[in-house]
């Protein structure tokens, strides 16, 4: 979502001083068009209330075109420029223009020659190297050209190309300028239909890019996935990360708390855990900190400190220079030293200026990529256990100019710790390619080595990878293997025939690498073919199909093996002992969709589902095949952290309940205010009377229904929480006793049952009976007519341990557990990257269920630091395993 009745901009921050953030149920004030930057009226970043009765101009000169011949590529910021992007009248101050014009070309959005005249005196007067401007005459709305202006690509043939998206703004205007800038530069232009916006992008190069989910919801008629291939035919982005917002309002985009640095490193903001922010952005950190690279290791995290809001990320790389807002805080010397530390050998400059909180240097300044640059590309070397080879080093050089590599130019260059002196490689072309290779040396065990490489061609061009070569090297040490695989996986719950074959899932991780995983299976007893799992690119997760043929009635067996590359192999087996088990079914109880993406619910339900004996799948995709499920429990999050279903996803909702089918629905906007509404609502007999408030602290059972005598304290998304009334056969079931408003209502149609609340379930909070999440989910499901008998009669006790709650935390979760039998059991917590940190139970415990509180220390009782744990339970040789995620 990105626009209300009230529209979501941000308050005027100049660098005497920083509005306070808005509390999470307003909205901050509006920013008047008539408000000054530099003595020239200017429309803010954000949407005036002029321009949100003029939604129907966004795209309206927008030229759509075929992608470009592919694989397209999108440099990052970090790769070689020849040129930067303003707009006169300035929205920057002279000094900094002054600052771009000496090493690249100042491009200069003018109107008409006496804009020209002006901006000519202007940079003139204040010393400014006129060498190095240029001029592009076009008309605009705004000075925002990182959010309008073009992004550069190299396409199939090896040329530059320009990626045109539809501005995000009714600014026609502003929309066009790419493909003016095309023309006027002789660059072919490539319009995608997708509504985006530079300032809410950023790309690695190498086929990885970031956004918020504002991309989503900017681009209701198409599904992520949708999304992801256009991404890719335009820009060659293969992973899109769309994450979380991290606030309630404002305009959403990326670079206002986040910075890739390099294809590994990224710089993040931090704030007081105090800070309304605070959990958010720590969920995004979190989660980043589980992806991969496409250097395929761990991105490594700089954090920036931003206690007053101020832009410190969204700062602009040209080359060999850093460009940092100053906000006028006693925190400022401290961000230029964090970019210093991060980015070793680099000049990093900082500047006052008009800043916002979120709209700072990188929004006002649009970079110009070197079509003709020397590209080198390399994945840097891990650390190994060999000390007996050479270490490879291989690496792509590319002279897109065409002017030829300078013979023996490309090098490697390579010293060690003890040796510090550099040792150049000349690097051996491979026939017929652009790749080249050199071996580095067997060290010894416990040697750091250090290196980069370079290369020159007969344009005069050099280039180094890393950008700053000897002042910031790729690194890697030759240890000793040590350790085995660490294997997290939730066993598998009952599996659908109609959908086999299943897909196995595992996190597996290694202290150096790891070199095979395998799913091996058995269908009745039956051994089946080992199964490579192969790993998902840009995460530590490996996943394979199950092999062979199954049916309802079936039972299968499995386990996962991996094993590291040590010499011999070290080899962790999922469970230790004994093999996970499975049913295949013709139908499953429940279906659990959660696409919220700050998931709250799915876990709780899962959890008591679990305890009543019912089979249930979890997913974060819409289902393909609804009808095969008894019960939808679906989980749309409340704002901002909500998830808004489109126009197929309500339909075929509506089918399925059309079908005879059955569904739990919560969602803080979805009732009132999300567009799809309209399709749905009357199936669930609910009317959407409001968009609703932040007061609901209490949720209140009605008398006369399944929920009378129950009332929940409520700690879950508490933003725009919808005020629903029932219609029809519907009844209110819940009402928040604050404004006597419903937030829960039941429709007992004649062909389908269904329940919507405009809370989440897992921020009830249990209280005394009957007035606990498990009553109300038994109630629900005696409603849709599923019986909760517990577990079958018959089926023996398995090993059980649920996901901790609450997830995440800060510092205390709970883990609850069953035990099949009496006996020794251990739990422990390990690391993302496989560490052992506590160890909470190694002990004999009787049979049954069990619970233990972790605090967040290691077995020497300090506190460990944010980020993914995984805790696995371990009893008679068989292993379970959830993840949870620590906050501070």
Sequence with gaps: MTLRTATLLVCLALVAGLCPAAPADQTPPEKSVAETLEGERYLPIGLTPEEEGMLHLIGRDHRRTAPPPGPARNPGEFEPMTGVIVRYPWGNPLSLLVEYAEDVTLWVIVANSSQQTSAYNDLQNAGCNMAHVGFITASTNSIWTRDYGPWFIVNGNNQQ?????????????????????????????????????????????????????????????????????????????????????????????????????????????????????????????????????????????????????????????????VFVPLYGTAWDAAAIATYQAAMPGYEVLGFTGSWLSDDAIHCRAMGVTDRYMLYIDHVPLFDTADSENGYRVRALVDDMIGAGLIADSVRVHWKTSSAPAWTPVVMTAIAGTDSFYADIPAQNVGTDVFYYVSAADNSGRRERHPYMGAADPHDFSVLVDTQAPVIAHTPMPAQLASTWPPTASATVTDDIAVAAVTLESWINGARQPDAAMARVPGTFRYECAFPGSAGAGDAVNYRIVARDAATPPHETVSPAAGTHYFGVVSAVDVVIWEPDPSPLSGAAIGAVLSELGLSYEYTTTMPSNLAAYRAAFICLGIYSQNYALSTSQANAIVSYLNGGGNVYMEGGDCWAYDSARTIYNGHFGINGTSDGTADLSTVLGQAGTFTAGMSFSYTGGNSYIDHIAPVGSAFAVFRNPADNQGCGIANPAASYKTVGCSFEFGGLVNGAPPSTRKALLEEILGFFGIGTTGVPAGTAPRLALRQNSPNPFNPVTTLAFELPTAGPVELSVYSGSGRKVATLVDRALPAGPHAISWGGTDDEGAQVASGVYFFRLTQGGETVSVKGVLLK
């Excluded at 502003?174 to 095309?182: C, E, H, K, N, R």
């Excluded at 256009?230 to 060659?236: A, D, F, K, Q, V």
């Design 161 to 321: 190309g320009i990626v045109d998206h539809v501005y995000n703004r009714p600014r026609p205007l502003d929309d066009v300028i790419p493909a003016t800038i095309g023309t006027a530069w002789g660059i072919p232009v490539y319009g995608m239909s997708l509504t985006h916006t530079g300032g809410n992008y950023m790309s690695d190069g190498r086929g990885i890019a970031m956004s918020s989910r504002l991309v989503i919801d900017e681009n209701p008629s198409l599904t992520p996935a949708q999304i992801d291939a256009t991404m890719e035919s335009y820009l060659g982005i293969t992973q899109y990360e769309k994450l979380p917002y991290i606030q309630t309002s404002g305009i959403h985009h990326i670079d206002c708390w986040a910075k890739l640095l390099s294809p590994g490193t990224i710089l993040i903001r931090s704030v007081p855990s105090t800070h309304t922010d605070y959990a958010r952005i720590e969920a995004n950190v979190a989660y980043i900190s589980t992806l991969t690279s496409s250097w395929g290791r761990p991105y490594e995290i700089v954090r920036v400190y931003t206690p007053n809001n101020e832009p410190y990320t969204n700062s602009l790389i040209l080359n060999d220079k």
